[in-house]
């Protein structure tokens, strides 16, 4: 992360918790970012104050980084002004939201996230393993690795039945079932 966007969300960051009544709440806050997101753009831990976001955020449009964002903190907002107990998604965290002048929304529309930043993000996820018999070229797919499963005609014949074990994307696993 740039100094600039470190600088920039600090700065967000102070503003969305004065109005929030909480001045100086945001160094309290730790902000980290991770790359194994999938189908989140981001997590609050708010008893520890520690939000995790989608590393992918930080080649998104800013307006996606900073709602993102605000997302997260309004969580960590909400347990310091009422403590535990409340829905995540509940009353006084969409007044936080929109006190701040953001939608309350808790997923986002498909047309605001970047094809090229969070889909290929996705898509680079939806991995298979295909368990494929070397013997009689039997297979199964999966979306773990299974080393317990045997080729079963194999077995019967007195052979161990080991599967050779790889793995593919989606378009590989496109191939192998029209194949």
Same mark, same amino acid.
């Given at each position: 992360m740039t100094e600039s966007t470190k600088l920039r969300i600090t700065r967000q960051l102070a503003g969305w918790c004065a109005k929030w009544g909480l001045p100086g709440f945001e160094h309290g806050l730790t902000i980290t970012f991770s790359h194994r997101f999938r189908s989140a753009l981001g997590r609050c831990a708010p008893a520890s104050r520690e939000i995790r976001l989608a590393e992918f955020?930080?080649?998104?449009?800013?307006?996606? /980084?900073?709602?993102? /964002?605000?997302?997260? !903190?309004a969580h960590a907002a909400v347990y310091e002004l009422h403590g535990a107990g409340l829905k995540p998604h509940g009353t006084e965290w969409r007044r936080l939201m929109q006190q701040v002048g953001f939608e309350p929304r808790v997923r986002f529309p498909a047309e605001l996230l970047p094809v090229?930043? #969070?889909? !290929? *993000?996705r898509c680079r996820a939806r991995?298979?393993? /295909?368990? *494929?018999?070397? $013997?009689?070229? #039997?297979?199964? #797919?999966?979306?773990?690795? $299974?080393g317990?499963?045997?080729?079963?005609?194999? $077995?019967?014949?007195?052979?161990?039945?080991?599967?050779? $074990?790889?793995?593919i994307d989606a378009a *590989? /696993?496109?191939? #192998?079932?029209d194949g």
């Open positions: 955020l930080l080649a998104a449009p800013a307006a996606l /980084l900073e709602e993102a /964002l605000c997302h997260e !903190a090229e930043s #969070v889909m !290929a *993000q991995r298979y393993w /295909l368990h *494929q018999c070397p $013997v009689c070229d #039997v297979s199964r #797919v999966a979306r773990t690795h $299974v317990r499963w045997r080729c079963a005609s194999c $077995v019967e014949t007195g052979l161990d039945g080991r599967l050779v $074990v790889t793995r *590989q /696993l496109k191939k #192998v079932s």
